[in-house]
């Protein structure tokens, strides 16, 4: 049920973050469900592929959606559990989404395109910077809790105090900012921007096509809802009934999309530069909940 329940806020993730960065911006912006319609178009259409392409860019978008998938398997929801939720299965999770990404920045080197390449080295960089703040963020919690399995984690930890509601705040932000970065959003990346020296995950699938494309724009859908997934475990533990986390789960999932949104609408792309050192504070703030603990 809690695969379910992922997958069908994917469906509406990013149709809400288009519809406030339209109301943002004074436009009336598209339907909703515009992005699952491109997404359906681009599925019944045929994939072009480069002569000098080898069969690793022709799988790498179907092993990034699959990678995704794996992933959902061992994130709760609340009372209904993971599918396949074990002991350590945080560590899996991180490394199955990885794994998506590492065959795509391969699937693009493979185009022998320059500026897939530099795009591919920003993505690997980010990437890599990013993962201490997840694993200090949940090891933090774990630690916390007594837990290192996502269900026992987020059955554990309840919003008892002003402490918990600060590390619950620090928590959610946290991972609300890495949403963003591996989903190559503002302020690191612009989804929006074709200006091929600027570009990071977007100059990496400039050569995809077809279903390809509608594979890697689902499966971005779904890692958004994944990461909010994880934020909305912090907040409704505390609830006994499935249909109220229901509701919760849906509420905050529709307020990370709204979040998102603003941040994307009023907060400008960050130089270059200052990607790492914005990525790395992500780090230094899970720190905080850490030396909270001890």
């Given at each position: ?183 190559s959003r503002m302020p690191v990346d612009d989804p929006k921007t074709h200006l091929e020296l600027t570009m990071i995950h977007e100059v990496m699938v400039l050569d995809n096509s077809g279903v390809d494309m509608g594979l890697i724009h689902q499966a971005t859908n779904m890692k958004f809802a994944l990461y909010t997934t994880l934020i909305a475990g912090l907040f409704i533990g505390n609830v006994e009934t499935w249909w109220m986390q229901t ?48």
């Amino acid at each position: 049920m809690s695969f379910i329940l992922i997958l069908l806020a994917s469906f509406f993730f990013t149709g809400i973050v288009i519809r406030v960065k339209s109301i943002a911006q004074g436009r009336k912006g598209p339907s909703l469900w515009q992005p699952m319609y491109d997404i359906w178009k681009l599925l019944h259409k045929g994939s072009v592929y480069s002569n000098v392409s080898s069969w690793i860019f022709k799988v790498a978008p179907t092993i990034y959606f699959a990678t995704v998938i794996v992933a959902m398997l061992v994130v709760p929801v609340g009372l209904f559990g993971s599918v396949i939720g074990f002991s350590g299965d945080f560590i899996f999770f991180a490394y199955a989404l990885a794994l998506g990404k590492f065959f795509t920045i391969i699937g693009a080197l493979d185009t022998a395109s320059s500026f897939e390449g530099m795009g591919s080295a920003r993505e690997a960089l980010f990437s890599m910077l990013v993962e201490p703040a997840f694993f200090i963020l949940i090891g933090s919690l774990g630690l916390l809790t007594g837990y290192t399995s996502f269900s026992d984690i987020f059955a554990a930890f309840h919003i008892t105090g002003e402490v918990s509601y600060a590390y619950a705040a620090i928590a959610a932000f946290v991972l609300l900012m890495i949403c963003m970065i591996e989903n190559s959003r503002m302020p690191v990346d612009d989804p929006k921007t074709h200006l091929e020296l600027t570009m990071i995950h977007e100059v990496m699938v400039l050569d995809n096509s077809g279903v390809d494309m509608g594979l890697i724009h689902q499966a971005t859908n779904m890692k958004f809802a994944l990461y909010t997934t994880l934020i909305a475990g912090l907040f409704i533990g505390n609830v006994e009934t499935w249909w109220m986390q229901t509701i919760l789960f849906f509420g905050i999932q529709v307020i990370s999309a709204m979040c998102v949104g603003l941040i994307e609408s009023f907060m400008a792309r960050y130089r270059m530069i200052h990607n790492a050192q914005f990525i790395l504070v992500l780090s230094s703030l899970a720190l905080l909940i850490f030396f909270g603990i001890k």
